[in-house]
């Protein structure tokens, strides 16, 4: 995009419909995540970050307002007595070039990613306009609404880093109900899912081995090889057994080793994910990693470490929140079918959030609104935005309008 595209134009506009334009209350940045929670950040990524949004018209006054970190939760009280109840919707992009093809519907409408590399492949820019427009809706209807509202602004959703420290940022405490949402995935434009269940619980973790360097001629026995250690330990962990408690995955996903030809390799790092049908089945696998890793470390004499960079819980809804949700679909012209899903073969780390509310008798409600994607981290997503939106939209607010009058 050009300096003087319409984007500019419509960023700017889009800030006046902000949380503080709409005289929300708010949480930001560092006030509204448990830092000690946060997974697999990159300090190098959030300087590049803090370059690029400053380039981009960010004030260097809101920077500071973050700390450097980003996410919001707006809240808004009506001064009624009522439920609190928390809609989330995760704010980040995926590192995807975006297609320049003429058909592309950014293309067409001239909002195509600004940020070589990066772009809104998974709809989530969508999710954070969605519940913005609820949170302008909600203040318009303030005086015909009892309770509180929390607009959770989730970052790091991708990779699933930020879940966990949003969860446990102390805002989730006094929630009733908590809805979280997603476009595409399973459903096709004028579906909804319903799910009851199914995002899988995942552990992400990075382990690096140390071995020593040495010759590969002269002196092969002063060396240990840091890449035969996690070539041991790719194929052990790929032989971990499956359980019968329910579903399990297991994937080295990336394996980097070795220095040159006729070097002992003193250097190796591998990407590796688990998931389970429960965080205890999870649990079991991420226990087997991490025990192959030990064992490894002594077989071959090398020093390893390992890191967790992110995680989800499995997700568990509540059928009453569901239910409420399938009776407002069944009146929605948009919506000309509602699936009941038990499974996703995915994850998602709004389930932290999720499990949080539950554990103190809280509910929750998860949906998925439907959009013709070519699928999903690709660089031709796309989700046909006027007829995909309002349908969350109308869902989210009709929830509220509803939860709130039979209260
Ligand atoms: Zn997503």
């Known amino acids: 995009m050009k300096k003087n595209s319409p984007i500019k134009k419509s960023r700017a506009i889009s800030r006046e419909f902000g949380l503080e334009y709409l005289g929300i209350e708010y949480k930001l940045g560092v006030d509204f995540l448990d830092k000690a929670s946060i997974q697999g950040r990159d300090e190098k990524d959030v300087e590049r970050a803090i370059e690029r949004a400053l380039e981009h018209g960010v004030s260097q006054s809101f920077i500071e307002k973050t700390g450097g970190y980003t996410g919001i939760s707006g809240i808004l009280d009506t001064g009624r007595p009522g439920p609190t109840i928390a809609i989330r919707a995760d704010l ?13 519907e950014a293309v067409k409408g001239n909002y195509v990613s600004e940020i070589p590399g990066v772009m809104h492949a998974c709809g989530h820019d969508a999710h954070t306009s969605i519940l913005l427009a609820v949170a302008e809706w909600a203040v318009r209807n303030k005086e015909h609404l009892v309770g509180k509202y929390k607009f959770i602004f989730q970052p790091a959703e991708e990779g699933v880093r930020g879940g966990l420290a949003v969860a446990n940022g102390g805002i989730f ?13 399973e459903c096709k434009l004028g579906e909804v899912g319903i799910c009851e269940g199914g995002y899988l619980a995942t552990t992400k973790l990075n382990v690096s081995f140390e071995g020593a360097p040495a010759h590969a001629g002269s002196n ?8 035969l250690a996690a070539c041991n330990a790719a194929t052990l962990v790929a032989g971990i057994p499956r359980h019968s408690g329910g579903l399990t995955r297991v994937c080295v996903g990336k394996l980097e080793a070795g220095e040159s030809r006729n070097v002992i390799p003193a250097h190796a790092r591998m990407e590796i994910e688990t998931r389970g049908a429960t965080s205890d089945l999870d649990a079991f696998m991420v226990d087997h990693v991490k025990r192959i890793v030990r064992g490894t470390e002594a077989a071959f004499d090398v020093k390893a470490k390992i890191e967790k960079v992110g995680s989800a819980a499995n997700l568990e809804t509540d059928p009453e929140v569901l239910a409420r949700l399938a009776k407002i679909t069944e009146q929605m012209e948009s919506v000309e079918k509602t699936n009941f899903i038990r499974f996703v073969p995915a994850s998602e780390d709004c389930t932290w959030l999720i499990r949080r509310v539950r554990e103190h008798g809280g509910k929750a409600g998860y949906f998925l609104f439907g959009c013709n994607h070519h699928g999903h981290h690709r660089g031709d997503f796309s989700i046909q935005d006027e007829k995909s939106m309002p349908v969350a939209f109308e869902m989210l607010t009709k929830y509220l309008a509803e939860r709130n009058m039979s209260c």
């Open 92 to 104: 980040d992009a995926v590192p995807v070039q975006e297609s320049s093809a003429e058909e592309h």
């Open 173 to 185: 405490d006094d929630v009733d109900e908590i809805l979280c949402f997603h476009v595409g995935s």
């Open 220 to 227: 092969p026995e002063a060396g240990k090889s840091a890449l």
